[in-house]
């Protein structure tokens, strides 16, 4: 018999500045995430072993958090848990989404696209993501097209797809 796990449905969420504290209940979210669509940035998988996969990982997924300006955390108020993550870099005339994703738990709805904008409109410039290689990657690249208002720029020298978020439309 097939059990399928349960998935939750945000209500009341926030976000929050990113503690160190906070590193590895982000970090277990990512490694979960990670082993499901297997991220090209993150893949450290070929001719290693688990720990040394792991403490790779770990020092990479650091350093990418280390790098960004600005570093948040999504929070179930309801059950006073972590649900998401999203790191930032800030140049000079526009904002990058480095990282974002949510605990595989929570289905996402209406609150989670709250919360996120919410999070980019405190930047008062354009916030620019570029979607790189993963599993199912052209259906994530339509669901991110499908729910947030965005400009299409390209792609870059790596095949990424650049999208810049129109957040005046959210005011």
């Not at 590895?24 to 040394?52: S, V, W």
């Not at 350093?63 to 059950?79: G, K, L, Q």
């Amino acid at each position: 018999m097939l059990h399928l796990k349960q998935k939750f449905k945000l209500e009341n969420g926030y976000y929050r500045e990113y503690k160190n504290s906070d590193f590895f209940e982000i970090f277990n979210l990512f490694l979960i995430l990670q082993d499901r669509i297997k991220t090209k940035y993150f893949d450290e998988r070929i001719g290693k072993t688990d720990f040394f996969q792991l403490s790779m990982l770990k020092n990479k997924f650091s350093n990418m958090i280390n790098s960004c300006d600005y570093v948040y955390v999504a929070i179930d108020r309801d059950r006073d848990k972590i649900f998401g993550f999203g790191a930032y870099r800030d140049l000079k005339d526009v904002v990058i989404l480095d990282f974002m994703f949510k605990n595989e738990e929570y289905i996402f709805n209406a609150e989670m696209k709250r919360i996120i904008i919410d999070s980019m409109k405190k930047f008062n410039k354009p916030v620019r993501v570029y979607l790189g290689g993963r599993e199912k990657f052209d259906s994530y690249v339509k669901f991110i097209m499908r729910i947030f208002k965005h400009k299409y720029i390209g792609k870059d020298d790596f095949g990424r797809v650049i999208l810049e978020f129109d957040l005046t439309q959210y005011r």
